[in-house]
Structures are given as C-alpha cells and as structure tokens.
C-alpha cells in the first residue's frame, strides 16, 4: 500500500516555550518537513528533527501549496504562531484543498493565541463577550474594517485590536483611535507588546495618547478596547464578568 502522508497545520502560542501544547509538540516532533515564516520558525527549531524549510511574509500561498504537495506522501507541519484559526494559516489551507477538492489529510493544532496571553498580563481585560478586529488592510478592504470596528464598540463590547500598525499603516492606528474617541471616549486601552516572549512590554494607555504618539504601538502588540464595565484596580484593566452584581465579598 502507498504510504499517505499527513499536513498539520500547527499553532505554537505566543512566544513562551511552555505555552505550545503537548500535541503541537508530540506533531512538530514526529514531523519529516516543517515550513513556516522564519519567526515561527526559529521559535521551534529545537526541538524538531525534520527538515525545515523557511519562507518570507508575502510566501504564504507558495508555502501551503508546497505543504500540500510534501503531505501527500511525507508527515509535513505547516506552523502558524499563535492559533492557526486566528489570522493564522488555517483558512488558507482549508480554502485551497477544499476548492481544488484535493484528497489531503490535513489537521488544525490550536495555539494559544495572543488574546488569551496579553488579557492575563493586563489584570483580566478580557471575561466575556468581546470582539476581535484586525486593523490590516493587507487582505481585508479598510471600509470594512472600518465598519466591523464600529459595530463592535457600538455593540459595548471588549475590542480585541489584532494587527493595531506597521511601518506602512500607522495612518490605520490613529484612524481607529479616531474612531474610538467619537464612539466610546477616550477609554482606557491596555496594550500589550511581545507577550511572554523577550521584549514584553505592558501599559495602560488612551486614545488621545496614541493618537499624540502612535510609535509605542507597532506589529507586535495587541490593544484592548475597555468596554463601558471594565474597571482600573490597582493599575490593572479588569472587566468584570458579573460576580460582584450577584454577590457580595
Ligand atoms: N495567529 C496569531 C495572530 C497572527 S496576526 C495568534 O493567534 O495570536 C499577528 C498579530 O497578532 C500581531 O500584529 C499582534 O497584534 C498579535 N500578536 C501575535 N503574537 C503576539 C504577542 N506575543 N504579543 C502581542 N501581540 C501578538
């Protein structure tokens, strides 16, 4: 019989060695050929065997069809850091093999994704519903991001700002911060740069600051929209989740 292959696409967190889970490290182990942004890759390069082959941001499709054609016959690892699901690989992969019908066996790994690392390491900023919006306009129109910003902070919840600036789009940053300004004022914003990887940097800001000095924001961090509930304790960002309208301590 001909030996299958098999194409993990594998999350492996936010930078911290200890926040990959036990599956993304038993497949990364087991895996002939691991592809991936050289970032991602340099992350987890000791800890595997196989050959890995590196690519450049703007490679993506060139890769997935490269880990596509190795799977067939090879256990291939395409990582994706953070979670594959969350602006990471995993809809790329899923869209061409299902479009092309092609007979992949192919299997998500979930990641930790930056939210859920950079939330704890403001206080809670996060505790329920909240929104999730990335401000690049690489592969999304900016009316569009425009518009799912809006809702989400008309709709009071948490916004998760993925993606906030790069070199190219810092004009996007201060829009958002415009935006957020008329609709819910000027709020706190936690802002999270490089969680638990070297370079973490964690600060409570406004959108009047950011608007003033854009620069402290960049591809690296995640920011925290508060939500009318969330609270500054003790220089934390809390939003709460209810408990303390229900009970007493
Ligand atoms: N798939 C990834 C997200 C990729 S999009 C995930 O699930 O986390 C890239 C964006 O994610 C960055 O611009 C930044 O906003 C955020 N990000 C990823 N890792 C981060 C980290 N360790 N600290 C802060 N933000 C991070």
């Not at 919840?157 to 993925?162: N, R, S």
Request: overall charge positive.
């Amino acid at each position: 019989m001909q030996s299958r292959g098999k194409l993990y696409v594998v999350g492996i967190g936010p930078g911290d060695p200890e926040l990959l889970t036990l599956k993304a490290k038993r497949v990364l182990e087991e895996s002939e050929f691991i592809l991936g942004h050289k970032t991602y890759v340099e992350r987890i390069r000791y800890m595997v065997k196989g050959k890995i082959i590196e690519s450049k941001m703007g490679e993506e499709v060139e890769r997935v069809k490269k880990a596509v054609q190795l799977a067939k016959s090879h256990t291939v690892s395409l990582v994706s850091g953070g979670d594959p699901s969350i602006y990471g690989m995993a809809s790329l992969v899923a869209e061409y093999v299902y479009s092309l019908g092609l007979d992949i066996d192919f299997e998500v790994i979930p990641g930790v994704t930056a939210l859920c690392s950079a939330s704890p390491l403001l206080g809670c900023a996060v505790s329920g519903d909240h929104a999730v919006v990335s401000l690049s306009d690489l592969l999304t129109p900016w009316e569009i991001i425009e518009r799912r910003l809006r809702s989400a902070l008309k709709g009071d919840f948490v916004v998760v700002i993925y993606n906030p600036s790069s070199r190219r789009r810092v004009d996007k940053l201060v829009k958002a911060m415009e935006i957020v300004l008329e609709i819910r004022g000027n709020v706190p914003i936690g802002v999270v740069k490089n969680a638990t990887r070297s370079g973490e940097e964690v600060f409570i800001t406004y959108p009047e600051d950011i608007m003033k000095d854009p620069s402290k924001i960049d591809m690296h961090t995640i920011l925290f929209v508060s939500n009318s509930e969330t609270m500054i304790l003790n220089g934390k960002m809390i939003t709460p989740r209810g408990y303390s309208r229900k009970y007493r301590w």
